[in-house]
Nanobody, 115 residues
């Protein structure tokens, strides 16, 4: 069973940057979508950024122009570059990979932005 493992979270001051990584423990085939979600305390999980198999991307309005999703197929890894971080970006960030047959989630990594 392939697992997704996130890393790169931590504590950062407002205006700072972090890069999250989501590494798959093995090869995943027939990928339709790779995405990052986040969940803040007391709130529902929300989509942050999505990378469609054909290469197009979608971003939540709240992160447009600040966050960038990308992937390295050779490393089976998806990244989320987060710049100009704000306290409201504080949340647990989860990566997700959807294939034609499976829906994988990582365990989450905490991002805390101090004001």
């Amino acid at each position: 069973q392939v697992q997704l493992v996130e890393s790169g979270g931590g504590l950062v001051q407002a205006g700072g940057s972090l890069r999250l990584s989501c590494a798959a423990s093995g090869s995943i085939f027939s990928i339709n979508e790779q995405a990052w979600y986040r969940q803040a305390p007391g709130k529902q999980r929300e989509l942050v950024a999505r990378l469609i198999s054909v290469g197009s991307t979608n971003y939540a309005d709240s992160v447009k122009g600040r966050f960038t999703i990308s992937r390295d197929n050779a490393k089976n890894t998806v990244y989320l570059q987060m710049n100009s971080l704000k306290p409201e970006d504080t949340a647990v960030y989860y990566c997700r990979t959807i294939t034609t047959r499976m829906d994988y989630w990582g365990q989450g990594t905490q991002v805390t932005v101090s004001s």
